[in-house]
Each structure stands twice: as structure tokens, then as C-alpha cells.
């Protein structure tokens, strides 16, 4: 990147933050009952249908029917799609992003995988920069819950601590799947100083409200093939910030899933 561009990049970022720090308290208030329900009704219509495909032995994961389509796979190229709805699932003062990603590994299985999630305290060096830290709060079985502290940077840079229930699931000896669910998600000023804070609900800007992560993984074709869908929940973008919020809402989404994809695969590659 040339100085001038780079110099260009550096002011629109701060002009961005500085704006965000001015902009009016309601601005990031919590999620309405509606949109919530909303959301709620989008994540249990995604259930129910994951849960069809993780009874099927043909259909375990979605499209991959065509014979193109594995071939790509097993040649090293991730299929990332977008499923958000052209609506926005019609959400109160909110918006809803649904991606998809699906990538195969030669070699790995599913304890491979399963030993390589569960290791939550590993998470902030396999998923470096964007995991700062990650800890396990409560374990039952397969059953977690995790504080995760995030960063992410697209034009701005947001640090959040976020809370998950996570569950993983073997259905037989080559095929299983995990949820992760948000519980709590905390906006983050001044991370890593003496002054940090989390933020109240009227301070927070709504970057994100819900995340959601489902897994399904199995194994065949002398690999593991992978599948992650994340569901997200932000608020819409307030008047006259569009170009400040907006690629960051709309870029993050799909470039985290993209980024945990990839640093996945190649974890189990090692």
C-alpha cells in the first residue's frame, strides 16, 4: 500500500470512530422483542432443517449432490455461500446475515476435528487476530460455556466479549456436528488499557447483537468434509453512517466465516 493510501485509510478510520464516539446514545440500543423474534424464528426454521439433513445419509451436508461441486473440494478450493434472505428476514431495525462455508481436508477424520474445537484455550493463537482470548467457564460432557474475547477491523476496529452454549454430537463413527450460540456479546471501549469498559446497552452501537455457529463434519472420499453456517444479528445502519458501518456490517460476516474456514482446514492439515 502506497503512503498517500495508506494515509487515506488512517483518517477515514479515525473520522469513522470519532463519528461513532459522537453519535447519539440510542443509536445502540438493544435489539427490539421483535427483531429478537425474528431472529429466534430464523434460527429454529435453521434447525429444524439441519436437523433433517443430520438424519439423512445422502444429504448429511447441503450442497453437495454435484459431482463439480467434490471436485472443487477435494482440489482445495472452500465453497462459501450466502443464504441471507433478500429481506433481511424483514426484521425490525436489524439485520440478518446467513453464510455458509464448506471445504474438505485429505486425511483429517472427525476426532481430529473434535480435538482441534474443543481446545478453546488454543483459539486465540490458531485464530489469531481475530480471538484475543478464549476460556472455558463451565463444562458438562459435551456441553460448554465459553467467553471468547473478539477483534474485528474493517474500515474500524470493534473488540467484544462474547459468551457461547456450546454442544458437540457424534452420530456415528465418520460424521457429527456442534452449535455454538451467543449468550451474551459485550461491546468493548478502550481495550487492553487502564480505562477499558464494557459498554452499556445504550452505548453499544448494535455491530453485533446474535451469532450463531453451526458445524456438520464427515468423513469419506479418504477426507473430512466440513460445513459451517453462522447467523448473525446487527443492527441497521443508522442515517449518514452507512459508509462507515456498512462495509463493516456487511463485510465481517462473511469474512470471519471465510478467515475460520481456512485457519481450520489448515490446523488440520498439520
Not at 427490539?32 to 430464523?42: C, D, L, M
Request: net charge positive; hydrophobic share 40%; charged share 20%.
Amino acid at each position: 500500500m502506497n503512503r498517500n493510501k495508506f494515509q487515506c485509510v488512517v483518517m477515514i478510520g479515525s473520522l469513522a470512530a470519532a463519528l461513532l464516539a459522537s453519535a447519539p446514545a440510542c443509536a445502540g440500543e438493544e435489539p427490539s422483542a421483535a427483531a429478537v423474534a425474528g431472529f429466534n424464528s430464523y434460527i429454529a426454521a435453521l434447525e429444524a432443517r439441519l436437523a433433517r439433513q443430520h438424519q439423512s445419509s445422502s444429504q448429511f451436508l447441503a450442497g453437495l449432490s454435484s459431482p463439480q461441486t467434490l471436485a472443487r473440494l477435494r482440489h482445495g478450493k472452500p465453497l462459501v455461500e450466502n443464504l441471507t434472505p433478500a429481506n433481511g428476514a424483514d426484521l425490525p431495525e436489524a439485520t440478518l446475515y446467513d453464510w455458509r462455508g464448506t471445504a474438505f481436508v485429505p486425511g483429517a477424520t472427525p476426532a481430529d476435528f473434535e480435538r482441534l474445537m474443543r481446545n478453546f484455550a488454543a483459539f486465540p493463537k490458531r485464530y489469531a487476530p481475530q480471538v484475543l482470548s478464549a476460556r472455558i467457564l463451565a463444562q458438562d460432557g459435551d456441553h460448554y460455556q465459553v467467553l471468547m474475547r473478539v477483534r474485528q477491523k474493517h474500515v474500524i476496529t470493534v473488540v467484544m466479549d462474547t459468551a457461547y452454549d456450546v454442544t458437540f454430537r457424534r452420530l456415528d463413527t465418520k460424521r457429527g456436528f456442534s452449535s455454538s450460540r451467543s449468550t451474551r456479546i459485550s461491546e468493548i471501549a478502550s481495550a487492553g488499557k487502564t480505562q477499558e469498559r464494557a459498554l452499556s446497552g445504550a452505548e453499544e452501537h448494535g455491530f453485533l447483537w446474535r451469532l450463531n455457529t453451526y458445524w456438520s463434519y464427515e468423513q469419506r472420499d479418504g477426507g473430512l468434509y466440513m460445513q459451517i453456517e453462522s447467523v448473525s444479528l446487527t443492527r441497521s445502519i443508522p442515517a449518514g453512517l452507512g459508509w462507515a458501518i456498512g462495509p463493516f456490517a456487511e463485510s465481517v460476516p462473511r469474512e470471519s466465516l471465510e478467515f475460520t474456514l481456512h485457519e481450520t482446514c489448515d490446523a488440520l492439515r498439520k
